[in-house]
């Protein structure tokens, strides 16, 4: 009996990994890469048009001082968000290699555990953040009053984030097995749900304050999240992990998932952070020169308008790592550096069409959030600064994704580690040198831009070297297996 078992999860295996093979293994490999980057085009773009979308109704419906609040509290937000998709990341890249190596029985186990790391993990970090908040905003520039409400504003959320994380993680398990679509459909439905149904419900029909205003964004993923958890393990998919596997105690390939999702956390964290000390020296800078409420709207709209910007590229690299996680599972390292050039290639070029509106005409976009003609004029200059450089971003996600796909997550922390000490070295160094001078110290951003590349040109041509000798080693063991 044991046997015929055996051979029927054999059998079912084959067929999993065929349809996998199909998803994974395409001959176009721009549309092979493509297709696996609809999900997190669908998730990036969504979350950040999501965010613009939702401060525009907000302001339309509260007013006042809301932009200020949800402009600020949305730095909060994000850090726990992307929290969230840390853990979804680590999915990402250990089941698409799992899976490329045919090992269904780890994956199982891997997803299981990072489902019970998950949710543990957030109702931490979302206790961290209710009791920080209010430093946190009030070291970024706001006053007490703002700060104060901003907290009520995130209360909500952070009490749903634990649920949140189900919704990411459960999409990054989809996004692994090839399903890309799917997980970009699923991602498309939380937003719609939000934006274009709860929340003008609560905004416009029950008119709730601000500090119910982030209702929306909760019960938008938690829903589908519990609902996509319950499928996950009633076996509705290829992988098909089991509630028992929740007695079992963590595996290796978990600590070793969680490693790969390192340098996601550590991007987020250094392009974060330091920012947020950016944001604080550049308010104070404001306070001297009597700017602080047009430094306080643009950076809020800035904020916006880059996520929304950096969304599609981030997207595309992402399926970059998915694609060349499971190429490097099945030893495919010719196929990896080709993902890893075309990647390079869409993101960058795209990010170079929006150069020309960015630098003569940005308050045309900046009309979505504001209407005062005199903070139009002002943000129309502030955003053209860091959008001189904005272009290399791409390529700095082409690098990480490329080498977290290679299997060198630690070399893929690098980068991250970079950019936050360079931004608060130009930090300090802007402010003592110009303390009335906000505007500048924007420039902080071209500076670690370009620092960066630098790092990231070492790094790709370290791994290029990497996988070159595998390839020839791989070359040279079928030459000898032939030969015998």
Known sequence: MEKKEDSTTSSIDSLSQTDEQKRFESNNIVLSLLKLSVGPLMFNCGISFHDAVDMMLISKSIGGNSIQIVGFSSLIRYLCVCVTIFFAQSTIAKIAALIGAKKTGDACQVITDLFRISFITMILVSTMFYFVSIPMLIFMGCTHDIAVEARRYLAPILIGIP?????QLSCGFIQSQGRSILCGLLQLAAFAL????ISPILLFAVKVPIKYAGISFVLSQSIPGIILTILIFKGKFNIQPEISMFLRRISKGTLNALLLGTPYILNILAGAIPPMILLRYMMLAASNSGEAPLIASAFSVFLKLQSAINSVSIGINQGLMATGSYARGTGNYVRLLQLFIRAVLITATYHLCWIPLMETRADLIAKIWMSDKEQLSF???FLRIPFYTNWLVPLNDSTVNFVLASGKPVLAMIPSFVRGIVCLIATFSFYYTGKNQPKRMMYTYNTYDVTVLL??????????KYLMKLIKKDDSDVVHMNLV
Do not use: H, K
């Not at 649920?163 to 919704?167: N, V």
């Not at 939000?194 to 149904?197: A, E, L, P």
């Not at 790092?455 to 290029?464: E, Q, T």
């Open 455 to 464: 790092f990231d040109i070492g790094l790709v041509i370290y791994d290029i």
């Open 379 to 381: 943000t129309r200059y």
């Open 194 to 197: 939000n934006c274009g149904i």
């Open 163 to 167: 649920f949140m994380a189900l919704f």
